[in-house]
């Protein structure tokens, strides 16, 4: 009878699926007989489905980002990231801590990925002139032409996979929805910028 319970509750009242409802009413069930009040944070069919739709959304979109920089600049795109990171940061240069904080895809393995891009001349380690527990990664002019080079490729993948399906209005209201979860922009450290040596 429990299982039966647990396929049934992913139906609507017609007996069609419910995309998540089986999921959400689980995580949001008490012990039998507890009188346990609903949770506020239950996630119902339409939560469930927006969340899906934001998780599938972006996984497909950087997916395909990722096979055009790798085919025609064999650059994987959070290299491309932390290159961007870096050129748009004063001095080209960032404390390893900040550009932490700084790159979209990948924070996990960030000095391995740095350590590959410094192998490939494209980023360079410098200790900081005011600390010298400090390291700046730096972004090299073969690092810049790098970038300058697989940008167009990247931003013509970002209006035809993503851009182009919205009107200039819709694109306003995405990003101004999508800005509500995004948390507040990095601050740079307070003085030169130097210091952590992380």
Same mark, same amino acid.
Request: some cysteine; proline content about 6%.
């Given at each position: ?6 396929? *049934? ?8 699926? *419910? ?18 009040? *609903? ?29 055009? /920089? ?73 690092? /810049? ?24 209005? *819709? ?28």
């Amino acid at each position: 009878m429990a299982e039966q319970k647990v396929a *049934e509750s992913g139906r609507s009242e017609s007996g069609r699926s *419910e995309p998540g409802r089986a999921q959400s009413e689980l995580a949001g069930s008490g012990p039998a007989g507890s009188g346990l009040a *609903e949770p506020r944070w239950m996630v119902d069919a339409r939560g469930m489905r927006a969340w899906r739709q934001l998780l599938r959304a972006h996984a497909h979109a950087t997916r395909l980002l990722e096979a055009e /920089l790798e085919a025609a600049h064999q650059l994987p795109l959070a290299s491309y990231d932390v290159l961007v990171q870096l050129a748009e940061a004063p001095g080209y240069q960032l404390r390893m801590s900040e550009l932490a904080q700084k790159v979209l895809l990948s924070r996990s393995g960030l000095t391995r990925l740095v350590d590959r891009l410094e192998r490939e001349g494209l980023v360079e380690r410098r200790s900081c002139p005011s600390d010298a527990r400090g390291t700046l990664a730096t972004l090299t002019d073969a690092g /810049l032409k790098r970038l300058r080079d697989a940008s167009g490729t990247h931003l013509r993948g970002v209006a035809r996979h993503v851009l182009d399906h919205f009107t200039p209005q *819709e694109q306003d209201l995405l990003g101004d929805l999508l800005s509500r979860l995004g948390g507040p922009e990095p601050t740079p450290a307070p003085g030169t910028g130097c210091g952590s040596g992380v």
